[in-house]
């Protein structure tokens, strides 16, 4: 049996040659040249050569297969109906979720991960192919995936890590709720007149018995030790009952077709102009960002569960090179999936090969077996979909809400809201505000000072917590310039200037006592403070012995450096 690194190795050497002919044949259009340069260049083979051997013995690959062929078949609705929400055809979106998660796959930051067409992508995406057509969305896509891969290129990935916990728990709240309301969509089926109205008496008992049945047959799969994943087995009981049996249930055909062949090399076909690059522009940048952030929290979320290390980075750069490529293959681009990814998680999958197995099957559904899927009940689908919604919220942030403080509890309730009425980029920039406005109001208040008489005339405060922004109407407060001493002591020991709030806060103050003929100095300065005020101009005496603390250098102040002059 051939070695299962020497397997993905071959892969590997495909994908560079399609690449490399990719490149060839685009050579008039630099900006996609460089994109797909970036890509070949950021494939590292390195780690793909020291794969352990008993990592994939016959049982791992099994167990990799079966949950890369489970993933497969709940993408077949998930990119049919997201294709529908941004108005192209299913086929667009299937080939985007084929492209975009085999190469992730191959070259993402964290096996385990699944990306496809996603929710959030496109209800972007339909204002632009409604204005200006399908062509302009290709476009897009492309522009999309080379500002992903310079994120990647200048590691804007590692500011993931100021995300709070609370934001965290918010985004998988809200996202559950999100997976919760798509399912709802396969209640409704088409009126006389073309309208959506939902089911109603029999069909609608037949569909939520179905969906169940699915649940229950996951749920006690998953407590015993089967040959298969328990949402495979969930699907296939479930297929064959409303098969054998002919029972009348919506079907994944009666949503679209999803017969196709391969997808084929194709260029956008827009003006190359100026008036083109703003049409595509904003698009481009709200879809990388939104694409990137889901994609990254998705990176910290999988990590937790599979207890492995990601590189951010690099899954910038696969979800770059995945898009740039996808825009070129008629597909509508992606993003990480958190739901398809928790099914893999669940079924087992921890390795690449899951994620490149699903978008092979996926292929293959398209161009062999749509027939055979196209018989499959949406209800079973739904069934598994609703164990990942189960899986997925955090229920014991509801527990716990009440035992963390009001801010996380109020961030993590406002991500989660934010997250179901608009978006989840939007949820997570303002989870992240929110939270850095109640960390700098909370160490706002923590500013204080020891007051010592050291001398005859000399007085000493010893200033504890922050200097910033937050905190300089209260540092400002404890001093007393018109009743202290002729000589002013701040000693910084316990403390640190941060900004040019705090650089204006010093030298208000230094005026404050020089209008009274008094002199303020400063010492136990801290080496970035001392790099900070020096830049700044306020130091008259310039000595680095005092960053050291060898001796407590008493530096006085030079005012008038940051006076706005107004």
């Not at 950021?42 to 890369?68: H, P, Q, V």
């Not at 001796?551 to 940051?562: E, F, N, Q, R």
């Amino acid at each position: 049996m051939l070695h299962l690194a020497q397997t993905i190795k071959l892969v590997q050497i495909v994908v560079l040659s399609t690449i490399n002919k990719l490149t060839k044949a685009v050579t008039s259009n630099r900006a996609v040249k460089l994109s797909l340069a970036l890509f070949v260049n950021n494939i590292d083979t390195t780690k793909w050569n020291n794969i352990k051997t008993d990592e994939f013995m016959l049982e791992r690959i099994k167990i990799e297969l079966l949950a890369g062929l489970t993933v497969a078949l709940a993408l077949v609705p998930e990119a049919v109906a997201f294709a529908f929400v941004a108005g192209v055809h299913p086929l667009v979106g299937l080939y985007a979720a084929f492209i975009v998660g085999l190469i992730t796959a191959i070259i993402g930051g964290r096996p385990g991960m699944i990306s496809g067409a996603t929710g959030a992508l496109a209800v972007v995406m339909v204002s632009l192919v409604s204005r200006y057509g399908i062509e302009y969305l290709f476009a897009t896509v492309v522009l999309m995936g080379t500002l992903q891969i310079l994120a990647g290129i200048f590691r804007l990935g590692k500011f993931i890590r100021l995300v709070p916990h609370s934001v965290m728990l918010g985004f998988v709240n809200g996202l559950a709720i999100v997976i919760f309301m798509a399912q709802l969509t396969q209640f409704q089926t088409t009126g006389p007149n073309g309208v959506k109205i939902w089911m109603s008496s029999w069909p609608l008992l037949k569909m939520i018995g179905l969906v169940f049945f699915t649940m229950i047959i996951i749920h006690f799969a998953s407590k015993v030790k089967l040959a298969i994943p328990a949402p495979l087995a969930g699907i296939g009981i479930v297929a064959l009952f409303v098969i054998i049996l002919d029972v009348q249930v919506p079907r994944v055909g009666d949503l679209a077709s999803i017969q196709g062949g391969l997808p084929a090399f194709h260029i956008p076909m827009v003006p190359l102009n100026l008036e083109t690059l703003q049409i595509i522009f904003p698009y481009a940048v709200v879809l990388a960002a939104i694409g990137l952030i889901e994609s990254l929290l998705t990176l910290n979320l999988v990590g937790e569960i599979t207890e492995k290390r990601g590189g951010a980075s690099q899954e910038c750069i696969a979800q770059g090179a995945a898009n740039t490529i996808t825009g070129f293959f008629g597909g509508m681009g992606g993003c990480a999936m958190i739901g398809q990814s928790m099914i893999n998680v669940n079924s087992g999958g921890r390795t690449r090969l899951s994620g490149i197995s699903a978008a092979l099957f996926l292929l293959t559904f398209i161009v062999f077996a749509s027939d055979l899927i196209e018989q499959i009940p949406l209800a079973a689908l739904v069934g598994v979909m609703m164990m990942v919604v189960i899986g997925t919220f955090a229920w014991r942030s509801l527990t716990i809400i009440g035992r963390i403080p009001k801010t996380d509890a109020i961030v993590m309730i406002l991500v989660t809201v934010v997250t179901v009425v608009s978006d989840l980029a939007v949820a997570v920039v303002v989870g992240v505000i929110v939270s850095a406005l109640c960390y700098a109001w909370n160490n706002a208040t923590r500013i204080s000072a020891t007051v010592e008489e050291i001398q005859e005339n000399t007085k000493l405060y010893k200033i504890e917590g922050p200097l910033f922004f937050g905190s300089v109407a209260g540092f400002d407060e404890l001093f007393n310039p018109l009743n202290d001493p002729n000589l002013v002591i701040i000693d910084f020991l316990k403390s640190r200037v941060v900004d040019q709030s705090a650089l204006q806060a010093i030298e208000k103050l230094a005026e404050r006592y020089q209008t009274r003929g008094k002199v303020l100095q400063i010492r136990h300065l801290s080496r970035d403070c001392h790099r900070l005020l020096t830049r700044a101009g306020q130091l008259i005496v310039d000595s680095d012995d005092d960053p050291n603390y060898g001796l407590a250098v008493d530096y006085s102040i030079k005012t008038g450096v940051m006076r706005s002059g107004h």
